[in-house]
């Protein structure tokens, strides 16, 4: 079974633009959550969505959205990038009823 | 609201022997998790405790999980140089997929 996957990769944007991520679940997941890790703050959960419907939000400013298909594949998006939103974000994905949370490998944010 | 705190942050190890590290939260849990990060990769899943009591074991890692002292214990045995790297706990509180995680204690084996 194929695991987690996100792109891009890695990514550079400049103060101001504004950028989308995206994360395909394993394959029969429909749950989906992201995470932004940084090295002051840790790892911070963002959101979660299940069947296209978001269930959990973080405490993170509205720049922050995100959304589901109907196919549970995931996008994050952040609007008017600060320098403080570099970060490796990461999105794990379950499935319903069980425990275990199997992340990607993760978007490297680089804001300028 | 859920706090979880490991301790220490920072461990030196020395190839052979063993270590415990801890991870404490501060309200009721319904699942403990840990999470090994090596450095600039993401997160590989290494334990889920579900109950009081619960024992995991893989390899030189052992997980235990005690729900009344809000406890949660990672034993090494004999450690080795590829257990470098930084291990976090998470724990999910409420039927929710939302991980609290701590801090994350950075383990260094040393020969």
């Known amino acids: 079974k194929a695991g987690v996957t996100q792109t891009p990769r890695y990514l550079i944007k400049t103060r101001g633009q504004q950028v989308t991520l995206s994360c395909s679940p394993i394959?029969?997941?429909?749950?989906v959550s992201w995470y932004q890790q940084t090295p002051g703050q840790g790892l911070q959960f963002l959101f979660e969505y299940f069947s296209e419907t978001q269930r959990n939000k973080g405490n993170f400013p509205g720049r922050f959205s995100g959304r589901q298909f109907s196919n549970s594949r995931s996008e994050m998006n952040v609007s008017t990038l600060e320098l403080g939103d570099s970060a490796l974000y990461l999105c794990?994905?379950?499935?319903?009823?069980?425990?275990?949370?199997?992340f990607g490998p993760g978007t490297r944010l680089t804001v300028t | 609201e859920l706090k979880v705190e490991q301790n220490p942050l920072f461990l030196s190890m020395q190839e052979g022997k063993n270590y415990t590290i801890y991870c404490n939260y501060s309200?009721?849990?319904?699942?403990l998790y840990w999470y090994r990060q090596d450095p600039g990769k993401s997160l590989e899943s290494l334990f889920v405790?579900?109950?009081?009591?619960a024992v995991k074991q893989e390899g030189r890692l052992m997980a235990s999980l005690d729900t009344k002292a809000r406890l949660s214990t990672l034993h090494i045995t004999a450690a080795v140089h590829d257990l470098s790297a930084t291990y976090f706990c998470?724990?999910?509180?409420?039927?929710?997929?939302?991980?609290?995680f701590g801090k994350g204690i950075t383990l260094s084996v040393r020969p």
């Open positions: 405790l579900l109950s009081n009591g």
């Open positions: 794990a994905s379950s499935f319903q009823g069980a425990p275990e949370q199997y």
């Open positions: 309200t009721t849990s319904d699942r």
């Open positions: 998470a724990v999910i509180s409420g039927a929710n997929s939302k991980l609290t």
């Open positions: 394959s029969g997941h429909r749950s």
